[in-house]
């Protein structure tokens, strides 16, 4: 069974950075694109950045320019690098890896920006 595991989250100022890491437990290139969704309790579930097997990124307009996401192929892991973090990131962040269709995500992460 694929697994996706988070690490990197946690508590950041206004305009600080944070790196979010997702090792993936198989081949990174089975999947036909991997990224990062990301959650609020009043907010539905959001789509924050996705690579995909070409290596074509795409991009939250809420994030476009601040974000960056790239893919180790030796290490298979996914990175989402957060610049210029505003109160509203806070979220909890879920990697995940889609092949087809179907979904495969890791146990999420909290994002916390706050003074």
């Known amino acids: 069974q694929v697994e996706l595991v988070e690490s990197g989250g946690g508590l950041a100022q206004p305009g600080g950075s944070l790196r979010l890491s997702c090792a993936v437990s198989?081949?990174?290139?089975?999947?036909?694109?991997v990224g990062w969704y990301r959650r609020t309790p009043d907010k539905e579930r959001e789509l924050v950045a996705s690579?995909?097997?070409?290596?074509?990124?795409k991009f939250a307009s809420s994030v476009n320019g601040r974000f960056t996401i790239s893919r180790d192929n030796a290490k298979n892991t996914v990175t989402l690098q957060m610049n210029s973090l505003k109160p509203e990131d806070t979220a909890v962040y879920f990697c995940?890896?889609?092949?087809?269709?179907?979904?495969?995500w890791g146990q999420g992460t909290q994002v916390t920006v706050s003074s």
């Open positions: 198989e081949n990174i290139f089975n999947f036909n694109s």
């Open positions: 995940y890896g889609n092949i087809l269709s179907r979904y495969t």
């Open positions: 690579i995909n097997i070409g290596g074509i990124t």
